[in-house]
């Protein structure tokens, strides 16, 4: 992922301070709008079964939520301010995300193999060899925009973009995206050596958030790896390169930085029907022999809306509540990512509320929609 040093240094397409910010925003943005699938899918299993499906969701998850705090604590270090509340922030499923070879639609939906396919498109390591190949341009046939591959009109993009409909569309450049999550992470991490090299021969730095606002280790309270907290560029290059790995692998390779399998070796492990160990090589697991029952799942209507649950009034508003719950999960979390720490920990409680509340959706048959059980909407 990282460039060469006998090669020139790409352009970067971060130049301001503001272009930055706008840069992070998308990242929580993203980091954020892979919880609500992985979530649904995880509590759609059935008590009592798909154990080893069950592992692998809910650790991927939970270092979602680490990657969360990181980039906040990016953002916060660099003089921004993340906002989780923001109108759009939670997207409208389903939705497009910025990063992949392909421009796919993440939807919400009971764990199948379709589901699956969807985590490891969201997950997928970077195939880019050169440049050129780091942004995709977007197609807007796909998304039903155009008929002609034109782009819409910029008016028409920033509703989508506000509604949450669509997002993660380059800022500045709403013609590309990126090739995946790890090249978007490369590119941010390109702009802060940008803007620190110009703030240092200028005297100053772009670091100038305040120390108090950054999340630290005693706040965080999983063992889905190190919360970094964020002070200079070294620490803000370390925190986004172990969101990069995470996610993808370190350098080609299965693990991270810190020795633990990437989320997509962790998916891929539910296909393949068999867990990593040490020593394999990507694509070729070789340890015991992982279980999957891919029916012993709760039939969650794909993508459900409170609108679909008109003739369900108490099913209706135990929706209704859940979405409640799950914006007070996040308003802890930005007051958290806002000066309020400790918050953080608060929030733990208040996600046992919405995976509760979860599970009495997805147990809940639907009136109207034969086969189809109830699931949360996440209309927020």
């Known amino acids: 992922m990282s460039v060469p040093e006998s090669e020139p240094a790409p352009d970067p397409k971060i130049k301001t301070i503001e272009e930055l910010y706008d840069y992070l925003y998308k990242g929580l943005q993203l980091e954020h709008a892979t919880l609500p699938p992985y979530l649904t899918a995880l509590y759609s299993l059935r008590p009592g079964t798909n154990s080893d499906a069950r592992h692998v969701i809910r650790v991927v998850a939970v270092e979602e939520m680490l990657h969360l705090t990181l980039v906040a604590n990016v953002l916060n270090a660099v003089g921004g301010k993340p906002d989780l509340t923001r109108s759009g922030f939670v997207p409208d499923y389903p939705t497009y995300l910025p990063c992949g070879p392909t421009y796919f639609q993440v939807h919400l939906r009971p764990f199948s193999r379709e589901a699956l396919d969807t985590f490891l498109n969201i997950e997928s390591p970077p195939k880019a060899e050169t440049e050129e190949d780091r942004f995709v341009p977007v197609d807007w046939t796909v998304l039903g925009l155009t008929s002609d591959g034109a782009p819409p009109p910029p008016g028409q993009l920033a509703e989508l973009e506000e509604s949450g409909t669509l997002f993660g569309l380059v800022p500045g450049e709403p013609t590309t995206r990126f090739s995946s999550i790890g090249e978007f992470y490369e590119e941010i991490i390109r702009g802060i050596n940008h803007l620190e090299d110009k703030a240092r021969q200028a005297g100053t730095t772009i670091f100038t958030g305040d120390p108090a606002r950054q999340v630290t280790p005693e706040y965080f309270y999983s063992g889905g790896g ?44 539910l296909d393949k029907g068999r867990y990593y160990q040490k020593g394999d090589e990507p694509g070729e697991p070789s340890g015991p022999v992982l279980h999957v029952d891919w029916d012993a799942v709760y039939p969650v209507k794909q993508d459900i809306k409170l609108t679909d649950l008109s003739r369900d009034p108490e099913i209706l508003v135990a929706a209704e509540e859940f979405n409640q719950f799950y914006a007070t999960f996040l308003n802890n979390i930005n007051l958290a990512y806002n000066g309020q720490p400790d918050l953080l920990l608060k929030s733990v409680w208040e996600m046992f509320r919405v995976r509760d509340s979860m599970n009495r959706l997805v147990r809940n048959p639907l009136a109207g929609h034969a086969g189809k059980n109830a699931g949360p909407t996440f209309e927020i």
Not at 227 to 250: C, F, K, M, N, P
């Open 226 to 269: 190190d919360v970094i907290e964020v002070t200079s560029r070294d620490t803000a290059v370390a925190a986004l390169t172990l969101v990069a790995e995470q996610g993808e692998g370190l350098h080609g390779g299965i693990y991270d930085s810190q020795g633990e399998l990437a989320h997509y070796y962790r998916f891929q492990q």
